[in-house]
């Protein structure tokens, strides 16, 4: 199993430009997860997926931001426009309902908006 | 809704030492606890969990306790090592009832000296 998949690894973009993070979760795991992390403010939950269906977007911080779930095994974090206070490392994860076997985390994508 | 506090910033101990962590939860006790190891430039790692009604989990040189009187969690590695180097990461759920996601600690940066 080659786990969480995140793309891209780093991102270097202007302020204002539309910036599209890409996951694919394991096979099989019914939860995602995107979660943004700073040093300030530690790992916050931005938004997560059940069945492909959003569940909770309360932690998005505005209408710049979007995320979606077409199918089981691919979802997209998108910013339109970006700023730079949105420079950060974002995280997918997944996880399977019924086991608390813990979430799986992708690598991250390490983003900065310049 | 839950905040989650862990003891310190930063813990320097010798090799061959034991460990101990400590997460605090401001509200209500959470169905399961767990913790989560990352290293620099990685995802955080799951690494074990407890539920509410589990005084103790252990795995390897891993202990971890949970007292919902003290609204704690401890997290003890045995004769640390080096290789014990990183950030430990408690979470729990945010409130009573949900499933699946999770909200993370800032974290604890162990170093273990040779």
């Known amino acids: 199993d080659a786990g969480v998949i995140q793309s891209p690894r780093h991102e270097v973009t202007e302020m204002g430009q539309e910036v599209t993070l890409r996951c694919k979760p394991i096979s099989g795991h019914d939860y995602l997860f995107w979660y943004r992390q700073t040093m300030m403010r530690g790992l916050e939950l931005l938004i997560y997926f059940n069945n492909n269906v959003p569940i909770d977007d309360s932690g998005m911080p505005e209408d710049r931001f979007s995320a979606k779930m077409p199918n089981a095994s691919f979802s997209t974090l998108k910013i339109q426009p970006s700023e730079p206070r949105d420079s950060a490392v974002y995280f997918c994860?997944?996880?399977?309902?019924?086991?608390?076997?813990?979430?799986?985390f992708g690598s991250g994508t390490r983003l900065t908006v310049v | 809704s839950q905040k989650i506090e862990q003891n310190s910033e930063a813990l320097n101990i010798q090799e061959g030492k034991t460990a101990t962590l400590t997460c605090n939860y401001t509200n209500y006790s959470p169905a399961y606890l767990q913790w989560y190891r990352q290293d620099p430039g990685r995802g955080p790692v799951f690494l074990l969990l407890?539920?509410?009604?589990?005084k103790e989990k252990r795995k390897e040189r891993l202990k971890v306790t949970f007292d919902t009187t003290l609204k704690q969690s401890l997290f003890h590695i045995t004769a640390s090592q080096p290789a014990d180097s990183a950030t430990y990461l408690c979470?729990?759920?945010?409130?009573?009832?949900?499933?699946?996601?999770?909200?993370f600690g800032k974290g604890t940066k162990l170093s273990v000296k040779p």
């Open positions: 407890i539920r509410e009604n589990e």
């Open positions: 994860a997944s996880t399977s309902q019924g086991q608390f076997d813990g979430y799986t």
């Open positions: 979470a729990l759920n945010p409130y009573p009832g949900s499933q699946g996601n999770l909200i």
